[in-house]
Every structure is written in C-alpha cells, then in structure tokens.
C-alpha cells in the first residue's frame, strides 16, 4: 500500500538541448526571497490538489538555434518505495528533463504554464541575462517565450524563480542544463561512458516553514531513493567514466564521493578551464555542478555517496556495477547508460 506525505500548511530523462527564463530583480518581503519583482504568492493558499500527467518535452534544433518547450505542472512523483509527493514540476518529473546544448547555440525557450494555481518561470543558470526581462513569471495556463546565448560551457542548476522561490525549488521545480565546450572537454576521447546525476532535499510536502528549517526527510539523487540502487550505473572493467554531478538543493552541500576510486579529473562547474586532478571528493553547493572522470579496474559494486553522512543515510545513495561485459547480473544492457 503506496502511502503519501501529507500536505502541511499549505530520477532523469536525458535530452540533447535546451534552455529557459525565470523571473526579474531580487527581492524580500516577508523574509521570503524570489529572484523575480512579482508579488510573493500566499504560501498558505496555493494547496494543489492535482495530478497532471507527465509531458514530453519539445526540443528542435535548427543550425545553432535549439527551440525548447517545457511545461510547468503538479505531478505525483515517487520519492521512496510507496511514499509519493505532489510535487510542482517541470513536465511531471522532479528532476525536471536533463538539457543539452552547445556553446554558442541560441536558446528559444518557451514555458508553457499548465498549473491552474499560481505563476511559475525559469532561472537558467547557464546565461547571461537580465531577470527582470528573461526571466518573468508566465501566468496560469498561458505561455511565455525567451531567448537566450549559452556563451559559458558547463554543468548548470535551472529552477523555477518565481516567490517565494525556497517554494517551487524545494517542491520538485528544477533540473540540469548542460552546455558542451565549444572544442569539448580534452579528454573526450577518452570517455567510455557517461552519466548525468543529481542530488536534492525532500521536506514535508508543501510545507514553507519546513523548507526554512533544512532538515529533509530524504535526500536523494537522480529524485528517488531507490532507483540508482535498483538500476545500477553500468561500466564495463577498465572503463574510464564521465559524470555530470549537480547538486540541486534547496539548501544542502554535497560531498560527492565514489567509492573504491578516486576522480582523475573533475572540472568544477563543468568548464574545461577549472580543472583539478587526483579528487576523493567533490564539494558541491547548492546548484553547483561539475564533471567528473575516473577508471574502474576491478569487477565490483562501487557505491556512490554524498560524504555527509547523515544525507547519505537519508537516501543519497547509488551503485555503478562493473563487470566484464558492461552488463547486468541477468544480461541485459543497462537502461541508464547514455
């Protein structure tokens, strides 16, 4: 019997582009933050009481123009075996879709608002842009469109920034863009297969005084507790892995750790000009990313681990399995890799 997170007061679908907006000038009113000048929202009266289905993203690229659509929605999402949260989405999955692009590419995303309640939008890490004009709320259901350049390479937090943002982050409204190097990474050649995972909170649902309060009920990558356990990372012995790493919050660090190797190299943010080499662990804050790279040489289950234990035992706990072959126990190819 599936149970559910009762409402308080109040894993990764791998795309190749995209981009979005958000909201404009930074603000407080009520200690509540939101990157945009639009009213803060009454946390206490926007209860959802909906399950939309999940939606396909749109994605098209023509040339060095990528044309996204996403959808902001509320979606029943399974957070841990039988424990289910409502949560606010972008197309009904927390994290939202994984976006590749390339440096140089020009963005045209359009948010389409399927949540009949409130006002939501996107912050694109990735660009430079100016919020108040890029990244504005889009009102119930209607539309709204931006363009943007992804002039910096890297691994980049998108969320919704509409008030108070602590809000729509922490109830699932956020995901991962990467922009690929214009010349990729120098070790490209090197790469025998590659991953993207993300690490976040989940709280009380719907909660606000929660959220501010930061200690989680679980903190998990790739959304759930159990998918990466229950679907390993597959690698093959001698394998040289690639992982974009995004820690996406709301309010955590992530001590990202692999078990039983150490990263060869890691370039912070994912910009091929911030490279280190000879990692145990990457420290990363809310919404920072990076790639990291490292062999596997030995037959073996190689967990994966945010260092700060108590998270770890909160659910931020994954396997990459290596084997001869790169195939499961039963001899199926794994349904994660790339």
Not at 26 to 48: K, L, R
Not at 188 to 195: A, F, K, M, P, S
Not at 298 to 322: C, L
Request: proline letters at 6%; a negative charge.
């Amino acid at each position: 019997m599936s149970s559910r997170i009762r409402k308080n007061s109040l894993a990764v679908l791998i795309i190749s582009l995209g981009l979005s907006g958000c909201v404009p000038v930074f603000q407080y009113d009520n200690d509540m933050f939101t990157t945009n000048n639009t009213e803060i929202v009454n946390a206490e009266v926007n209860v959802h009481k909906i399950n939309q289905q999940p939606v396909e993203p749109v994605i098209q690229r023509v040339g060095r123009d990528v044309h996204i659509e996403l959808t902001a929605q509320v979606t029943d999402v399974e957070i841990a075996k039988g424990v289910f949260y409502n949560a606010w989405t972008f197309n009904g999955t927390a994290p939202g879709p994984v976006l590749r692009v390339k440096e140089g590419d020009t963005i045209h995303f359009t948010l389409r608002n399927m949540d009949p309640n409130m006002p939501h939008s996107m912050d694109f890490h990735a660009v430079h842009a100016a919020p108040s004009k890029k990244f504005i709320d889009v009102m119930p259901n209607e539309t709204g469109t931006f363009i943007y350049e992804a002039k910096s390479p890297g691994v980049f937090m998108y969320h919704c920034g509409t008030a108070p943002v602590l809000m729509h982050i922490a109830n699932g409204m956020y995901g991962t863009i990467i922009v690929e190097p214009r010349d990729g990474y120098p070790t490209d050649n090197e790469i025998d297969r590659e991953y993207v995972i993300t690490q976040n909170e989940w709280y009380k649902e719907n909660d606000l005084q929660d959220f501010e309060d930061g200690s989680p009920r679980y903190v998990v990558f790739n959304g759930n507790t159990f998918s990466l356990k229950e679907q390993p990372l597959l690698a093959k012995v001698g394998d040289t892995v690639r992982l974009y790493v995004n820690n996406l919050g709301p309010n955590h660090i992530s001590s990202f750790h692999v078990v039983g190797t150490l990263f060869e190299r890691v370039y912070l943010d994912g910009n091929p000009r911030n490279p280190l080499y000879g990692m145990q662990t990457v420290l990363l804050p809310a919404s920072g990313g990076a790639v990291v790279e490292f062999q596997v040489l030995e037959e073996g289950d190689y967990p994966f681990v945010t260092h700060q234990f108590s998270d770890a035992s909160k659910g931020a706990v994954g396997i990459i399995r290596v084997t001869r072959d790169g195939l499961d126990n039963v001899g199926a190819p794994s349904t994660m890799s790339h």
